[in-house]
Each structure stands twice: as C-alpha cells, then as structure tokens.
C-alpha cells in the first residue's frame, strides 16, 4: 500500500473528517481515482497541509468510473473486468488497520459491457455502456437504485451516441458524445420509460477534437471539459473551461456550436494532456484534477482554473499507472 508519513495525528484527521460536524477541521476534501491497469483504487486527502495518497487493491482489475459516498464511508465504481457497479465499505477502518486491500461489500448484477463513467444524485446511480462487440455494439445509460444491501436496477436506456463521460446535476444528465466535440443534455432524465431515449439538446464546442471528461460546477455555473486528441498521441490533449454555462448553453441553439469565445483552454507542450479521461473540479480553491490515462503511463494532473488561453503546465503531478477516472469530494 502506498503510504506517506503515516502517523497516528494524520490518520486521526482522516478518520474524523467524516462527521457531519460543521468544524472546518472536520470538512472532508478528497480525490479518489481508479485505473485500467493495476486493480487499484487511490485516495487523496487533499485537506492536510501536506497531501497524503492511500493505494488498495479492489476486486476489478480494470475499472472506470468512481463515487465516494462520505456520510457512510463507502465507495462504489464500475467495472469493465466484472461488468457489475462494486461498492468498497470502510476506507477509514482500511487505513487504521495498515490494510492494503478494499473489502468488496456487495455488487449490482452484470447488466452491462464495456462501463466507461458513473454518475449519483441521491440514490440513484447511472452507469454508461460504451459500444463494442460483446455487447451488440449498443450504447446504454443504465440506472440502478442504491440501497442497504445491494444496487437494483431501475431502467435501462439505449441512445445513439457513443458515451462516455457523465455528470448528474439533480435530474439533469449531462453526457458527452464519444468520437465527436459534443455536449449532450438530458432534462428530467429519471423521467423516461425504458428503451430508446434522445438528448434534450446536443451542441458541439468548437475546436475540441474528441471530448471525454465532464463535470459541473452549480457554484460559478462552470462546465470543464476533456479533450483527447487523437486516442494515439500523448501530447495533443487538452482541457476546456465553460463559464457561465447555463447562460451559454441557453444561447445555443439545439445542434449549434459554443464558440471558442465562450471556452477557457488549456492546451500545449507544457500540460502534459494527451488522452486526459476524466476530470474534477472544486469550485472553493479553483483546481481542476484530470485523470491523464496515455503521458508517462497515466498521472494525476492538478490545474489552476484558467483566466485565459494558456499552455500551462500543472501545479502538481502525481503518476498512477493506467488512471482512468477521477472523482473529488469536498463537504
């Protein structure tokens, strides 16, 4: 397990910053990644004044896709090697007992191949289906309740895009059009009957090559984007920045182009971006944090909110070998 000055004060702030008590010493702010490659699932505490990163083996070696629930201490993620939603209790107690692995409480049933992103609001969570051969070539948004004991699937939807990142604001699912530049919204998402189902509005951003990563930030109404380039070259990535995007998008006419004037950029030979999968972003210090899957064989990028188009290079780097998602909690 990769470990950093583990002491018993430091392990003490990680154990108690999952009370609901409104001591700012008690806030939680954490990163948590998975990868393609090693079975490992990372946690960083980012609140301590020198950052500590925890490593645990899980029970999918290959996943895509992660939620931290803090209230409860459990952590789910999708699995491409299971092709099931698997939920990890007791990160915390995993730490105070110098543990390496996540023990596996329970997992969905396997209703789905090729998982590439998770979303939560509430109890709901959605898996996306990428397209391949296994399973028809038939893309999916799938969602599954979350109980006590296990995850029941509600609905299983089909839609005629390639998907791949996803991000849920109350009932509103944002998803991003694999193999193109476009953003892809779906109003009352929950709302809709098994089967096929369309995007309330689809828009293309202009100057993005092959968009992946998607979040949203409801305080500052900000959009960040991933863009991968082509899938081969670890240098033509990049991340893009929509602020005001709900004013933005509400310009945009259904199947029209946000116009670069409307994007923020980080590109360039500084950036270390080549295929960045999946991004987070908190809107309190202003840092966006990218899963880089390709430079180096995979890293953990952290970036200054851009004021401007730049070709920065990011305030911190951290490698972790295949790092397919990202996922930040702050509370």
């Not at 397990?1 to 990680?14: D, P």
């Not at 299971?82 to 939920?87: A, G, S, V, Y």
């Not at 939560?120 to 996306?128: F, H, I, M, Q």
Request: proline fraction near 2%; hydrophobic fraction near 40%.
């Amino acid at each position: 397990m990769r470990k950093t000055l583990l002491t018993a004060s430091l392990l003490s702030v990680f154990l108690f910053s999952c009370s609901n008590d409104d001591n700012t010493s008690n806030k939680q702010l954490k990163l948590f990644t998975t990868s393609n490659t090693t079975g490992k699932v990372s946690v960083t505490d980012l609140s301590l004044a020198s950052p500590m990163t925890y490593s645990f083996s899980v029970a999918s070696a290959d996943a895509d896709g992660a939620y931290y629930f803090g209230d409860s201490d459990e952590f789910i993620l999708a699995s491409r090697s299971n092709n099931k939603i698997e939920l990890y209790d007791g990160i915390a107690t995993t730490i105070m007992n110098n543990a390496n692995t996540l023990p596996l409480t329970f997992s969905s049933t396997s209703d789905f191949n090729n998982a590439r992103e998770i979303a939560v609001s509430g109890d709901k969570v959605v898996v996306t289906q990428d397209q391949n051969a296994a399973n028809n070539n038939t893309n999916k948004l799938l969602v599954y309740q979350k109980t006590a004991t296990g995850f029941q699937l509600l609905n299983s939807y089909t839609v005629d895009f390639k998907v791949w990142g996803i991000h849920l604001e109350g009932t509103t699912l944002y998803a991003v059009a694999d193999l193109t530049s476009d953003v892809v919204v779906f109003n009352d998402f929950f709302a809709n009957a098994n089967g096929a189902i369309s995007p309330s509005k689809r828009v293309a951003v202009e100057g993005l090559v092959r968009t992946h990563g998607i979040t949203y930030a409801r305080r500052g109404d900000t959009m960040v984007l991933t863009d991968v380039g082509l899938a081969s070259s670890d240098s033509d990535g990049g991340v893009i920045v929509i602020k005001n995007f709900s004013t933005v998008l509400a310009n945009t006419a259904n199947m029209g182009t946000i116009a670069t004037a409307n994007q923020l950029r980080i590109y360039g030979s500084a950036t270390m971006l080549g295929n960045p999968l999946d991004v987070a972003y908190d809107s309190s210090t202003k840092k966006i944090y990218v899963a880089e899957r390709l430079f180096g064989g995979g890293k953990v990028l952290t970036f200054d909110l851009p004021t401007a188009n730049v070709n920065a290079a990011p305030v911190a780097s951290r490698d972790e070998a295949g790092v397919s998602s990202v996922f930040l909690l702050r509370e």
